[in-house]
């Protein structure tokens, strides 16, 4: 049995060099399209494979007995064998390099192909992604070994092939050496999850080609092609086709391969001009696109073609909860249209090289990328003891380790090598998460020397020692470092390069609260060159759907498996099937290209300034304005924009005069003007509101006849009846129980003192301290309750004290009601919390309505959820929804669906019949068909009951979200941390 895969000094057995990706065809026409499918040098090998599953590698037989089937590229996991496993830092298996445990399974597969073998031709065999590593057999002969998950694994397999029908048996194992270099935060999958196909290639060939662009004055450029070739006698003709299609030039290789291209199109991600060069030789045709541009940093800031660009990043990973790591370009064109139409123009390929094709399609529509070698490592942090090494140590056992070196270099050159001529590639990463130390200085001096026309970044740089060398890094890169830490870097100048944060604000669950934040510090510095939120998208398992119709998707621990990381991976911007969260919407606009300044002026004029680095204002978008008058529009129109050039502004007249009296808004929306191919015109990029006036906004209500009240009191209530109503207030609660009004009761159960919520994933370490402090199971308690009649009206004191089971008070309160005698109750509380108590995730009352009554019309921040630090993809206006649609349905439930600042908010039946709660100062409202109890108790959406009341709450203020599930904490200015306040609401029955 061969057992390569545990040696460290055989990570590749007969595999081909690794050259830049390119695809050969037998005519031009078909290379300058590039579909490589229709390549008639092509021969696929996807489709259904026999396969056979053993869960021991070493106690396999002999003879496999190709029991089964299973397509090629998926991986076994969504097929039927093995099982899901997600872990995030541990490793999946003991930390013993190179040894893998003996229970290594393995996945063995068969096919069989025609071949037309032709003399003077090689055949290539190609694997884009197994996941871990392949013995590969060909005829039954062994034929090779590659062990990289996510880079390229080429195999001359000419001498054994013959023409005709051949066979190819890979045994896939799921856990190599290389595993140890693959502890990526993600569900552990196994198998051949890219492409498979054969490559025929003359044997006089070109067998890399190399090219490198520059700009050599303001309106010219330089193209520098390096081929190499298998045979000197061979000299190609090369052709640069110019992005509109038309040749540029013509020229035989031995005339020169430095092109020189007078006013070029730059390629930008703005603005993704490409060129085309063709090289042909008798035997075949390769086309590579080009893109013209020219990266650099100059005085610590990040430069592309001489301007400074910022990178409104994503963190990618091969990810899909049906398909698992087999992703096709379809489904990546699917992600890359989510990403455009939320103004993303970068993405860092976390962790590892994604399949060759993307960095091509990101050329094509225009993406950023980090191009991430196949790298992490920092399970080692796990590891008991180590004696006295402290964290930076830990972190780097790998890479300091003689072990890993050529591993880790092998890695880093296979994906500089594959993907160099991308021009959307502006940063090579070393890997993440794999502490620092000599394999990584080696590994950047060496992408340094063989590409110094790119940047170099890697993460854990952070844990270079007192002895390491990192300059070979060209950005200072940081992950979720606080605003402070930020700050200091550029205040204190504490380093000179430019500062990216290849990952922030950390998207999971209900957030993050605090893009506005970290924007604010990227638009000040000229050195910030922007972050990567971690990260796009939810990764789960699709589990089939749930009785009500909904997806079942599993997280961490659904599948059975022992150690894992529960929920962890559940924190992107959209959810598994690419929908955004609400947290994508509020980055979206918190990024937008536009963005307006209200300026003193006559009429109403505003600053517009062009956030783009490339494009002018007028070239990409126009706007649509509204002015809203107390919630509703008053006028409305279209304004083309001005030829505002990057980064510059233009003062714009808006033809709107503000009415009087009342909240008058200005809301400006950017459109764009022309079609993208992800891109329809017409799209919304993104909006800013501006306060023409501000007051609060009141509901429409009847005037109520006056009339008389009486007050009755029993040991635990007071009873309160008018002409139309009959409300039970609780001396023992402090709040009303019952009201009835018209015949109909409006609560469905007693009123709440609340100041819980369902802890979102962003208060994990913070929800400790909550409970610790007993607020999810605190008593009310009231004392001294009195009632007087006093001027028609019947007026209400009383005392409340919240505190838990065995600790001290939380917050008291001093609660004195007025209910008039039309039935509105006015309520006014002084609220005292307790110094030594964390921050409140909320303060406010809750009402159960009856079931029915559950369409609301709200004046706040909507129509979706809104939170002190994440309204930026809100805005304030008057709308309507039910509580089954403002229920924002996470696949972990928790806080969601409230609504920031509001002035009202109505809730009732069909026919009108419900309660309206408004307060004096902008409030926070909820309203759900689930209790915070149920969503605090439940681990997965679809298993969910609604209540059998709607619940509304309304609060004076419910603590921002942050983004601490893996951020900072909170901001100190987004907490419910204040020791006094007063909140006021007034609720009145409606209908
Ligand atoms: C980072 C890591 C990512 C992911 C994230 C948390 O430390 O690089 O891969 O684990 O944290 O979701
Ligand atoms: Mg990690």
């Not at 999946?92 to 003996?102: K, N, Q, V, W």
């Not at 013209?292 to 301007?307: A, D």
């Not at 990216?500 to 209900?510: K, P, S, W």
């Not at 919304?684 to 509101?689: A, N, Y």
Request: net charge negative.
């Amino acid at each position: 049995m061969l057992d390569y895969h545990e040696n460290p000094e055989t990570l590749h057995v007969n595999t081909l060099p690794t050259r830049a990706y390119c695809i050969p065809y037998h005519d031009w026409q078909s290379a300058v399209r590039g579909e490589r499918g229709a390549s008639q040098r092509m021969l696929y090998l996807g489709g259904l494979w026999d396969f056979a599953y053993y869960p021991s590698y070493a106690a396999m037989p002999d003879t496999v007995e190709y029991a089964g089937s299973i397509p090629v590229p998926s991986v076994w996991q969504t097929q039927g064998y093995d099982r899901h496993q997600y872990t995030n830092v541990r490793y999946p298996f003991p930390y013993d390099p190179p040894f893998l445990p003996a229970e290594n399974p393995v996945g063995a597969y068969r096919r069989t192909f025609t071949l037309r073998k032709r003399d003077g031709f090689l055949y290539q065999l190609h694997f884009e992604g197994v996941d871990s590593c392949l013995y590969l057999y060909v005829n039954g002969a062994f034929a090779g070994f590659s062990q990289v998950s996510h880079s390229t694994s080429a195999f001359d397999i000419t001498d054994w092939v013959s023409d005709g029908e051949n066979t190819l048996e890979v045994r896939v194992l799921k856990w190599c050496f290389g595993s140890y270099l693959e502890d990526q935060d993600k569900f552990r999958m196994s198998g051949i999850f890219r492409d498979v196909y054969i490559l025929e290639r003359p044997e006089a060939h070109v067998e890399n080609v190399r090219i490198r662009t520059a700009l050599t004055g303001t309106a010219a450029a330089e193209i520098a092609v390096t081929l190499n070739v298998t045979d000197e006698r061979l000299d190609p003709t090369l052709t640069l086709i110019a992005p509109d299609g038309s040749r540029l030039m013509k020229r035989k290789a031995s005339d020169g391969t430095v092109l020189q291209v007078g006013d070029p199109m730059l390629w930008t991600a703005e603005t993704p001009a490409l060129y085309t060069l063709v090289i042909q030789t008798d035997a075949e045709v390769i086309a590579q696109r080009i893109g013209i541009r020219e990266v650099r940093v100059e005085n610590g800031v990040v430069l592309l073609n001489g301007k400074p660009v910022k990178f409104r990043g994503v963190n990618r990973h091969d990810s899909d909860p049906v398909t698992g790591y087999a992703i096709s370009p379809e489904q990546l064109v699917r992600d890359l249209r989510v990403m455009k139409r939320h103004n993303i123009n970068a993405i860092r390929t976390s962790h590892y090289p994604n399949a060759p094709w993307m960095p091509e399609l990101c050329d094509r529509y225009g993406f950023y990328l980090i191009s991430e070698s196949d790298i992490e490592a920092h399970g080692t942090v796990m590891l008991y003891g180590c004696g006295d090494m402290n964290l930076k140590q830990k972190f780097s056992i790998v890479p300091r380790s003689p072990m890993f070196q050529e591993a880790i270099l092998d890695r880093v050159q296979r994906n500089v090598l594959r993907d160099e001529n991308r021009p959307c590639i502006l940063l090579w990463s070393l890997g993440n998460e794999a502490g620092f130390g000599p394999a990584f200085e080696k590994a950047g001096r060496w992408v340094k020397d063989y590409d110094p026309t790119r940047l170099c970044h890697y993460e854990g740089m952070f844990y270079a020692q007192e002895d390491s060398d990192t300059s070979m890094l060209d950005v200072v890169s940081r992950m979720y470092p606080s605003l402070r830490e930020i700050t200091a870097y550029f205040e204190e100048k504490q380093d000179s390069r430019p500062l990216v944060l290849c990952e922030y604000i950390h998207a999971m669950g209900n957030g993050p609260g605090d893009a506005q934040e970290y924007q604010k510090l990227i638009d000040r510095y000229p050195g910030f060159c922007g972050g990567f939120v971690w990260e796009f998208c939810d990764h789960a398992v699709d589990a089939g759907g749930s009785a009500e119709g909904k997806r079942k998707y599993h997280y961490g621990g659904d599948s059975g498996e022992t150690l894992h990381d529960g929920n962890f991976c559940v924190d992107g911007l959209t959810y598994p099937n690419r929908r955004p969260h609400t947290g994508f919407l509020e980055y979206k606009n918190v990024v937008r290209p536009l963005r307006a300044r209200l300026i003193p002026a006559d009429g109403v004029t505003v600053e517009l300034s062009n956030r783009m680095d490339f494009l002018y204002a007028d070239e990409y978008a126009d706007l649509r304005y509204e002015l809203v008058h107390n919630g509703r529009i008053a006028a409305e129109g279209k304004l083309a924009l001005a030829h505002i050039p990057p980064h510059g502004s233009a003062e714009v007249r808006i033809p709107v005069v503000a009415p009087d009296g009342g909240a008058v808004l200005l809301n400006l929306f950017y459109r764009t003007v022309s079609e993208h191919p992800l891109v329809p015109a017409g799209h919304e990029l993104g909006f800013d509101q501006l306060t023409l006036r501000e007051a609060r906004v009141a509901p429409e209500l009847p005037e109520r006849q006056a009339g008389t009240l009486i007050l009755e009191e029993t040991e635990t209530q007071f009873l309160i009846q008018g002409e139309r109503f009959a409300y039970r207030f609780s001396k023992l609660s402090g709040l009303f129980e019952g009201m009835v009004f018209d015949g109909r009761e409006r609560l469905s159960a007693p009123m709440e003192y609340n100041i819980w919520r369902a802890p979102a994933d962003n208060d994990r370490y913070i929800r400790p301290e909550w409970e610790g402090a007993g607020f999810h199971e605190a008593q009310t308690r009231a004392n001294g309750a009195s009632a007087v009649l006093k001027s028609g009206a019947v007026i209400i004191a009383v005392h409340v004290v919240l505190a838990a089971v065995y600790r001290q008070w939380i917050v008291k309160i001093g609660a004195e009601f007025t209910v008039d005698p039309g039935g509105a109750i006015a309520m006014r509380l002084t609220v005292e919390k307790n110094a030594d108590m964390p921050f409140l995730p909320r303060f406010g009352v809750r009402l159960f309505l009856p079931k029915d009554c559950c369409r609301a019309a709200y004046y706040g921040f909507g129509p979706t959820e809104s939170y002190a630090d994440k309204r930026h993809g809100t805005r304030l206006g008057l709308f309507h929804t039910t509580a089954a649609e403002n229920h924002e349905d996470y696949i972990k439930p928790q806080e969601n669906g409230s609504h920031h600042g509001c002035d009202f908010v109505t809730v009732t039946e069909a026919r009108g019949a419900g309660l309206c709660v408004r307060s004096d100062t902008p409030f926070s409202m909820n309203l759900s068909p689930y209790t915070q109890e149920e969503l605090t108790a439940k681990p997965h959406n679809y298993e969910l009951v609604q209540s059998e009341h709607t619940v509304l709450c309304a609060d004076y203020w419910q603590s921002g979200l942050g983004s601490n599930s893996c951020g900072p904490e909170l901001l100190p200015g987004y907490r419910l941390s204040e020791t006094r306040f007063a909140f006021s609401l007034r609720i009145d029955p409606t209908g």
